[in-house]
């Protein structure tokens, strides 16, 4: 999983270049038509446009021109955008397409879809039910440092300037909570609880303990003493008096008034526009054509499928049945984590493990570093057992894989290697940072967020790791096959529960039923698939779709196939909905049966 800034609708890399791929030399590429240059323009405003209304979107991309900004969060904000991206909606139909080359063709075609997808999503006011226990302005603010450089006195000055903004962005937020309470568009009543306590635990603690004042740990020595005193004051005094006292108040509405008001069931379908929200949600994380019975229907298959090949590998160990080999494995001290310097040696290990071997799966290698951090310890309660954060170009920020050291010993340590490639290398690290360095692509693309692509393709890194000799553990290779079936349950589990009307308590079941994960691990993954509907289901059905194509790629090729080649063609690409992927790489598939 990766984390994003509050957007609408990456290490220092050297460009994954693709000999396959290079038709022309600069010198002799055609230029674009006059209809090709004018939507590039299109473009580029509308990605001005982006960066200028969404702050938090610029600094993550590198651009430093409005670090002193934060979004405007209000209501009458979200109707301008709309409006505004109906009326580019409206322009971008209507703009001649003569002369576009198969790059330009995706282009356009990707920037209708997101026009649309704004529309949609403001018509069926998504943006009502902005916080969960997963994402809110209540976390995204308090890991804003993460992502903003510090290096000069004017960076700590526009961090200070953002967090004077912290009590019109949260009173913004709550107006927009109020309207979610009077349309019945809630998250449920204890989801929305947990939101309190995390607002509360960061209002609760002193200003130098706080998370905003981790800049203030290591100055550049290129600020001088007297400028270090004085930013520290200020920023303190900013977290004291702004804040703090605005996490405060924003804790007692979640919990006094808006966690009350909170729906009852755990699945969307019981809002008043439940199964369109459930619809949209899996269009846009999946962009299947597949409806929610499909989807159970799939899982459930691959359940079995899975289910066969762990039996398969317990029986190495003198186990005849899953039930017994998972209750020894969630018995087994020697199986679970002894401390919080343990995980990260093992994720540390990991990384360089596959750091190793990575050229033998990609042409070139990413050249920034991979930072290993632990996870931010306000989110870690309720999150993932890890997590990625880009980096940036632009900035030089590194990529950083965000390792949850919550209660360590409750956390098994059989798959942790896969979550390691899936997190790193070869998964998000080498994909965000691939993206980031396609210049040739309008920004908008190399930024773009489709989490069937992203999650599918760290979810086949994991099985990349396999091929690439790893898992030499029995119990990392099981992990690895778990991973998997985890991967699978969340087909089955989310359409479950936001469909079939299924309990959280029968989501719990299922996985304890056909998984040996810990109830900790367990406990927030379901409560994840509940306040986020349908982007669990964007790791397997993403997956899948890379190896059917490499599948195709390597019948068709035969002994032609190059696992490098077909690596840097899926990359090549960007962040693409899944049908532009498939119809692309059919592309290059065929172009290599041609020329060979």
Known sequence: ???????????????????????????????????????????????????????????????????????????????????????????????????????????????????????????????????????????????????????????????????????????????????????????????LEKVAVQANDIAASTPDKSPFAMPLAQFPKEISPTDQAKIRTELLDVIRQDVLPAYARFAVFVRETYAPAGRTEPGIWALPNGEELYRNAIREHVQTTMDGDAIFAEGMREV??????????????????????????????????????????????????????????????????????????????????????PGSIASGRPGRVNVNLYNPSSRLLLNVEAIAYHEGLPGHHLQFSVADGLKDLPAFRRFASYDAYSEGWALYAEQLGHELGFYQDPYSEYGRLENEMWRSIRLVVDTGVHQKHWTRQQMVDFFKQHTAMDDQNIQTEVDRYISWPGQALSYRLGQQKILDLRAKARARLGKRFDIRQFHACVLSLGPVPLDILDENVTRWIDEQARTH
Not at 54 to 80: C, I, K, M, W
Not at 305 to 314: D, G
Not at 322 to 337: E, G, M, R, V, Y
Not at 352 to 375: F, I, N, T, Y
Request: charged share 25%; hydrophobic share 40%.
């Open 1 to 191: 999983m990766n984390e994003f800034p509050k957007v609408s609708g990456l290490l220092l890399v050297v460009l994954l270049t693709v000999p396959v791929l290079t038709r022309t030399s600069p010198a002799q590429a055609p230029k674009p038509s006059f209809d090709a240059r004018r939507l590039d323009a299109f473009y580029a405003a509308e990605w001005e446009y982006e960066l200028e209304h969404h702050p938090e979107l610029a600094t993550y991309v590198g651009d430093t021109r409005f670090n002193d900004r934060l979004s405007d969060y209000s209501a009458e904000e979200q109707a301008r955008e709309a409006t505004h991206a109906a009326e580019q909606l409206r322009r971008l139909r209507a703009m001649s397409t003569n002369g576009l080359d198969n790059q330009e063709t995706i282009s356009r075609e990707m920037m209708l879809r997101q026009l649309a997808a704004s529309v949609e999503s403001y018509r069926l006011k998504e943006w009502e039910m902005p916080v969960s226990q997963m994402n809110g302005v209540h976390l995204d603010l308090a890991s804003m440092y993460s992502q903003m450089p510090f290096r000069t006195v004017r960076d700590y000055r526009n961090y200070i300037s953002r967090l004077r903004q912290a009590p019109r962005v949260f009173a913004q937020e709550t107006a927009v909570m109020r309207l979610g309470m009077r349309d019945h568009l809630m998250e449920p009543r204890y989801l």
């Open 304 to 389: 079995k499928e899975i289910q066969k090949q762990m039996l398969a590998l317990a029986e190495t160990q003198g186990f005849h049945d899953l039930t017994s080999f998972n209750a020894h494995i969630l018995t087994d001290p020697k199986l679970h984590a002894t401390s919080a310097k343990q995980l990260m040696g093992l994720y540390r290990h990991y990384e360089d493990q596959s750091q190793a071997k990575l050229l033998e799966v990609v042409p070139v290698a990413p050249k920034l570093r991979l930072e290993v951090v632990p996870m931010d310890s306000f989110r870690a309660p309720t999150a993932v057992p890890a997590d990625y954060s």
